[in-house]
């Protein structure tokens, strides 16, 4: 080829590339285009997550309360003036609740319409006149206006700010009857929305207004405290032996390759494990935290090995030469320089690592922390339940109630989830060191 | 005396022979000349002497606890009546049960068998024995340790490479733990799920078709003798997982593809951490969205457009798990992108390829590598998603590739399986270890096979 | 340094020897490159002629490779580097608005220092040029384009049996030659060179030289080169920078046999650099 085809051959490209030159713009600001609705659409569907439960569940941290004159006589309330706490739990207050309904309703007469009217005030609130007796006898006796708990289909309509003068237009179980009753108790002011500290200070219940996270959150906890104190010493060590001792071999790599694999099973596969190891051939309890913790822990382990051998593997080999230097055993050298250095780094995987065994479910359903759960538990061994699982029971429940209920203990699982990475954050953030 | 108290005895043993040790090893340095005469720190013999005086104690106390119930219950035997043992073995463990009961809530006043309540008396004394003895065992042997160690104490001793053994033991024994956990988990489902080969057939196992795990209570009643063709739990898996992959991969590449290529760094640095949420929301949150938000609304869709969608389509589980793994493909995917070197993009540039030219004809072809593997780890963690589909996909075994019926997955049917009370023993609950198998099986294959692609993928660029 | 040559270079505010020629191809003139605050290039006036081969010597961080990168506007994919000055092809402003530097790109074609073939086939490598631009009109056509830049490249003889093979499987020097012949299949009408030769071996880099000088007679080239060797071998002109200044421009053989300024001086005696 001459230089003159070539220069033909240049001016021809000259031409060809302005004339595909629009549609490839075209084309660039079309791939352009689908990267950014790609990554607006994921995090426009993060939003549409977060405030889909926020609307749901807001409404569960409030509780509705119903003023009623209660009359304590101890007549009324069946039993002795000098009776013991224990007696006292048997005491009527059904009856006394019910009376106060009747006069603060005279014209109720028929059987059916005082039953109606007596499913207003939630079955918590004979627990809650006990709680007020125990602490003050002197209210034997007298006639004292209360504000007690409503029932959680009244607790809705009010709390929806629904017109009660219309009751064709709310949605509830409620009869248009009891919505009047609850019309004219509004009217009077007898009726009041406040905090509902009963979410935070119960255990699970069957009635929506009474059901509460604690029992779920100290089971949470309880677990958690066993995964962190398991995990994380094992990891440490294992992420040491593998970064700073262990020799160049075919274990070495067998051990590696499979904390890889096993950072990718299934977590139901750790269930499976503790059902058929821990508590079918161990004995260990079903229910309990420690075997949710022992569980979680294996489960958590490969991920806060990875980062720690990472953490480890920042810290740079001159240190170790250095304090290798000045006579300081293998063992010296990792724990007074390598390991301080890196804590930063693996104490930010360790709390990403327990906010991943925070938020499980699956494999703890397989060990049975999938009970109904009404006490507390005070130890590892008591039967428990743990939040993402009591979301769980809570979903599945059908009074509606019980799905703000849902969306608010997601709520708090997801404050404790961001508190957590917001630390990790932090821990990274501050302690970030660039050798 | 519980062992949770003989336990935190026998620690502070330890410590306080550390102190001791050490002391001891200050003064015995004294006789030869200051500490330098000493093989190691005095604080390396406390550490020696700690490790004699706990260690051996420690260990005897976990076997023991391991050994004491089974030990405990073979001695009781003598005394249950001989009625019992005519029962069966079943009848023995049910009685024993009782009594341990009895025992453990401190009722034995009220019992008014006496057969039992003898049973019950000679369980107390087995177990306060027990507890005598191991009490005494472990305490002598705590301190005739600490004891051995002290005489130890000398300035030739090499303390601290004794001390380091034990230590490098102690990490190598925590490295080995995640073999021991794989082992546990092969062989607990392994054996399980071969009980069950032997009472349902493996190949009706895999290739049957037909699923309904209710087994007869009763051998007379009728119609509920279950069958375990798996085939159609097969198929909604792949199902699922296969929506959820139509969603994941597009997404989750493009926003990679735009992070890593386009993103100015603010955009980034918002982009990124919103990601990272989306992947750390539990898979609980997914579900509960999935059958209340969009589950509802697709049926609501596809009636205001003529369409039967199940309230557990297949759809809405997937879609929804899809979302899930976006960050996760996006996370991966971004990675291998940025590790493809900048001098091949300046050749692309360099011969006036435009950003998407290059993207699409040199980055991505070279990432693939990195991208396919990245994308098998995502199916293999939307095949053992479990809470999404629990939730949203409901029970219905149906075999079927439409998206819009309801069908059930492995995962739905092993949590169905063991949650709620059954014996241990039944088929039902055997099979769905013969599922985890499966599951496990499948997703370690496509672990493997991942994992290795994706570092062979980075060392070919570093 | 010498001080004498520092102050040398600080007096130095015009280039010595003749920046311009008559058959200029590309042009530039008060050229000023700056990476944010810093600034890499002074004033840089220069021409590429037609069937030159010019190069651009002197020691590291000079802005020789940063001036190279303008002529094709590699750096605008540096946001922080801003250009000022007139810099053309032919008449038309590189940096005018209604010049595409994807076009531009098309025109003045790059060679890097290291070798960096796509992770394809070798026939890929090449026809991706034609590919994206639409030069071949069809199968057969892109055929002709790809054997025909593999011969002018020299690869044809030693890779026609497996062109399906990957880039990356050949040798350093043979994977140069593959992006050569990867620039050449677009039909540039420059080729700009940075150390096309720095990571292979002498016997490769001999075989490369060749091959420029066989390129001249189609194309402008544009070479950065550390060796001077290798400047005094294939270049008809030669360039030399200092610290972001064009110090003295002109024949390869004035340039090295009488340098005019001292800093040339110094640098081709090897007092520096």
């Known amino acids: 080829m001459s230089s003159l085809d070539q220069k033909a051959s240049s001016s021809a490209t000259t031409e060809r590339v302005k004339a595909s030159l629009r549609k490839r713009y075209a084309a660039e600001k079309r791939f352009k285009l689908y990267g950014i609705v790609a990554i607006s659409a994921s995090i426009a569907f993060l939003f549409l997550l977060m405030g889909s439960i926020i609307s749901k569940g807001l409404p569960a941290f409030s509780q509705t309360y119903v003023n009623l004159n209660v009359s304590l006589s101890a007549e009324q309330l069946d039993i002795d003036p000098t009776a013991t706490d224990s007696e006292l739990r048997r005491a009527n207050f059904s009856g006394v609740i019910k009376q106060a309904m009747r006069d603060r309703f005279p014209d109720v007469s028929k059987r059916r319409d005082k039953k109606a009217l007596y499913s207003l005030i939630s079955t918590g609130a004979e627990y809650d006149l006990y709680d007020r007796i125990v602490a003050d006898r002197s209210l034997i006796g007298q006639n004292v206006n209360l504000w007690l708990i409503a029932d959680d289909e009244l607790s809705a309509i009010v709390k929806s700010k629904s017109d009660l003068s219309a009751p064709d237009s709310i949605v509830t179980r409620l009869t248009d009857q009891q919505v009047g009753w609850a019309k004219n108790l509004q009217d009077a002011g007898d009726v009041d929305v406040r905090f509902n500290r009963t979410f935070f200070v119960n255990g699970d219940s069957r009635e929506p207004e009474l059901a509460g996270i604690k029992a779920a959150l100290m089971g949470s906890a309880f677990t958690l405290l066993i995964t962190f104190t398991l995990s994380f010493p094992i990891a440490v060590a294992s992420a040491i032996y593998l970064e700073e001792f262990a020799p160049q071999n075919r274990w070495t790599d067998i051990v590696e390759v499979n904390i890889n694999n096993l950072a990718a099973v299934p977590s139901i596969v750790f269930g499976l494990l503790g059902l058929a190891v821990f508590i079918n051939f161990f004995h260990l309890p079903r229910s309990a935290p420690i075997v949710g913790g022992i569980v979680l822990s294996l489960m958590t382990l490969p991920t806060i090995i990875i980062s720690s051998r990472a953490a480890l593997k920042a810290v740079p080999p001159s240190i170790r030469e250095a304090a290798r230097g000045l006579g300081a055993s293998p063992l010296q050298v990792v724990t007074h320089h390598v390991l301080p250095l890196a804590m930063p780094g693996i104490l930010t995987g360790t709390i990403i690592g327990l906010a991943q065994a925070l938020g499980e479910t699956a494999p703890l359903l397989m060990i049975g922390m999938v009970a109904f759960i009404v006490d507390i538990p005070t130890s590892v061994t008591d039967a428990a339940t743990v939040l993402p699982v009591q979301v769980f029971l809570w979903a599945d429940s059908p009074e509606r109630a019980f799905l703000e209920k849902t969306s608010a203990a997601i709520m708090v699982l997801l404050v404790f989830l961001i508190l957590m990475n917001a630390i990790a954050v932090m821990l990274r953030k501050r302690f970030e060191r660039r050798w | 005396m519980s062992t949770t108290t003989l336990f935190l005895l026998t620690i502070g043993l330890g410590i306080a022979s550390y102190a001791y040790g050490r002391s001891r090893a200050y003064s015995v340095a004294k006789r030869h000349g200051g500490v330098r005469a000493l093989h190691s720190l005095p604080s390396h013999y406390g550490m020696m002497v700690a490790l004699w005086c706990a260690l051996p104690a420690l260990a005897i106390i976990i076997s023991w606890k391991i050994i004491e119930p089974s030990l405990i219950s073979n001695m009781l035997d003598s005394a249950i009546p001989q009625a019992i043992h005519d029962g069966g073995v079943e009848a023995v463990k049910l009685y024993k049960n009782d009594i341990g009961n009895l025992v453990d809530s401190e009722k034995i006043a009220s019992i008014d068998n006496a057969e039992k309540k003898l049973a019950a008396e000679r369980l107390t004394n087995l177990r306060s024995t027990s507890a005598l003895a191991l009490f005494v065992l472990a305490l002598t042997v705590a301190i005739a340790g600490a004891a051995l160690a002290l005489r130890k104490i000398k300035p030739e001793t090499r303390a601290r490479h004794k001390v380091e053994r034990v230590v490098k033991f102690f990490l190598i024994s925590c490295a080995s733990l995640a073999i021991l956990t794989t082992i546990g988990i092969v062989f607990s489902v392994l054996f ?33 003798s279950g069958s375990f063709g798996a085939v159609p739990l097969f198929l909604g898996t792949l199902l699922i997982s296969f929506i959820a992959m139509l969603v994941a991969v597009p997404f989750g590449l493009m926003s990679a593809i735009y992070l890593a290529e386009y993103a100015s760094r603010p955009v980034r640095n918002i982009a990124k951490p919103l990601l990272e949420i989306l992947a750390g929301i539990p898979t609980v949150v997914y579900g509960f969205f999935a059958a209340l938000t969009v589950a509802p609304a697709l049926r609501s869709v596809g009636e205001s457009i003529g369409l039967s969608v199940s309230s557990e389509s297949a759809l809405a589980a997937g879609a929804v798990m899809g979302i899930m793994i976006i960050p996760f493909v996006s996370s991966l995917s971004d990675d291998v992108i940025t590790a493809v070197p900048q001098s091949m993009r300046d050749g692309s540039y360099g011969l006036g390829a435009t950003k998407s030219e290059t993207v699409r004809k040199v980055v991505i072809p070279a990432a693939l590598p990195g991208i396919v593997g990245g994308v098998l780890l995502a199916v293999s963690r939307a095949i053992g998603e479990t809470m999404i589909v629990v939730m949203a996909a409901g029970l219905a075994a149906n075999m079927t590739a439409n998206p819009l019926e309801a069908v059930t997955t492995v995962t739905v049917q092993i949590v169905t399986l063991l949650t709620g009370d059954q014996e241990f023993d039944s088929a039902k609950t055997l099979a769905a270890f013969a599922l985890g198998l499966m599951l496990f099986v499948v997703t370690l294959f496509l672990n493997i096979i991942a994992l290795h692609v994706v570092r062979k993928y980075r060392e070919q660029y570093e | 340094m010498p001080s004498s040559a520092q102050e040398a270079f600080d007096k130095l505010t015009h280039t010595v020897g003749t920046p311009t020629v008559d058959n200029a ?107 994206i631009h639409g030069l071949a009109g069809n199968r057969a056509e892109l055929d002709d384009i790809v054997v025909d830049s593999l011969r002018k490249a020299g690869l044809y003889d030693e890779v026609k049996d497996r062109l399906d093979a990957p880039g990356t499987s050949l040798s350093g020097g043979q994977q140069q030659r593959l992006c050569i012949a990867r620039t050449i299949a677009v039909s540039p009408e420059v080729i700009l060179m940075d150390e096309p030769c720095s990571a292979l071996d002498p016997i490769a880099t001999a075989r490369i030289e060749e091959l420029i000088d066989e390129l001249r007679e189609n194309f402008a080239i544009a070479i950065v080169t550390h060796s001077m060797q290798q400047a005094a071998r294939v270049s008809q002109r030669c360039a030399y920078f200092h610290l972001g200044k064009l110090v003295e421009v002109d024949d390869t053989s004035t340039v090295f046999t009488n340098p005019q300024h001292e800093l040339t001086e110094n640098y081709i005696t090897g007092r520096f650099g």
């Open chain 2, 192 to 224: 399980e799920a071969t009980r069950f080969f032997q009472e349902v057939g493996f190949l009706e196992f895999v290739t049957g078709t037909k699923w309904s795990p209710q087994t007869a209570i009763r051998a007379d009643q009728v119609g509920a």
């Open chain 3, 25 to 131: 191809k590309m042009q530039t003139r008060n050229v000023n490159v700056f990476y944010g605050e810093k600034q890499a290039i002074y004033d840089v006036d220069l021409d590429i002629g037609q069937n030159e081969v010019i190069a651009m010597i002197g020691p590291s961080g000079c802005g020789k490779s940063t001036f190279l990168r303008c002529l094709n506007r590699m750096n605008d994919t540096i946001p922080s580097c801003r250009v000022t000055g007139q810099m053309s092809l032919d008449g038309e402003d590189l940096y005018g608005a209604d010049l595409d530097p994807v076009l531009l790109r098309a025109r003045v074609g790059m060679v890097f220092q290291k070798p960096n073939p796509f992770a394809k086939s070798i026939y890929d490598n090449v026809a991706y040029g034609p590919r």
